[in-house]
């Protein structure tokens, strides 16, 4: 069974921080996902990384898999309000290439 | 372009009673994804249909939920005789193409269940 683990699980920081969150497994992924989640609303995709060691931006987010593609890392830089959310990563891989396999998430706010 | 629809966003119902889930995907997409979020853990892969075929029900449990995806209309998950451990949310996603890493799966809002 694969397992993605995320941390920390909660991070609460200040408008203008910086900050990094993890997403690690023991298991090789074919590719693997970043997801943000509102409350009441479904994951909505950020970024797909799918070769080993690839650097992906976004605006202020980084999103880099690790060269083994067994991690990723996401890091955002003068971190806002709107930033507030619930980060999921997920892995694509084990035989299937359909089934994502979910870390629990990192829970950010960003406080004003 | 419609996102993923997911209707009811709420569903209460009594311990025993039978909940109807419905998704209909992104204007284009034949394939279907379910997804169960319990409190406290990840999504949790539950079924893949393309239409009117179950192609994975792996993540299923294996009595009172079955799922489907007709050649009109949208793909139902239904739950049997739910039990408080159904309490969940629900999602479903869709994408265009399916058996590919390239092929982005899209997600709806999700429903909210909730046995009483």
């Known amino acids: 069974t694969q397992l993605l683990e995320q941390s920390p699980q909660f991070l609460s920081i200040q408008e203008g921080e910086n900050l990094t969150v993890y997403c690690n497994s023991s298991s090789v992924f074919s590719s693997l996902q970043w997801y943000r989640q509102e409350p009441g609303e479904g994951p909505v995709l950020l970024v797909t990384?799918?070769?080993?060691?690839e650097v992906k931006k976004l605006k202020r987010l980084t999103f880099q898999f690790g060269d083994a593609r067994k991690d990723s890392s996401l890091h955002i830089t003068a971190a806002q309000p709107g930033d507030t959310g619930l980060y999921l990563c997920?892995?694509?891989?084990?035989?299937?290439?359909?089934?994502?396999?979910f870390g629990k998430g990192t829970l950010l706010t960003v406080n004003p | 372009n419609a996102g993923v629809m997911q209707n009811p966003r709420h569903l209460v119902r009594r311990r025993g009673q039978e909940a109807r889930l419905r998704c209909s995907p992104m204007?284009?997409?034949?394939?279907v994804y379910w997804y169960r979020q319990l409190p406290e853990e990840g999504l949790k892969f539950m079924v893949y249909l393309q239409k009117e075929n179950i192609i994975d029900e792996s993540g299923m449990p294996k009595e009172r939920f079955s799922a489907e995806f007709p050649k009109e209309g949208p793909s139902i998950l239904r739950i049997q005789q739910v039990v408080r451990g159904d309490s969940a949310a629900y999602f479903c996603?869709?994408?265009?193409?399916?058996?590919?890493?390239?092929?982005?799966?899209?997600f709806g809002p999700g429903t909210r269940l909730t046995v009483l």
């Open positions: 204007k284009g997409h034949s394939h």
């Open positions: 997920a892995g694509e891989g084990g035989g299937s290439n359909y089934k994502l396999t």
């Open positions: 990384v799918v070769t080993g060691g």
């Open positions: 996603a869709s994408s265009p193409r399916g058996q590919s890493f390239t092929d982005t799966q899209y």
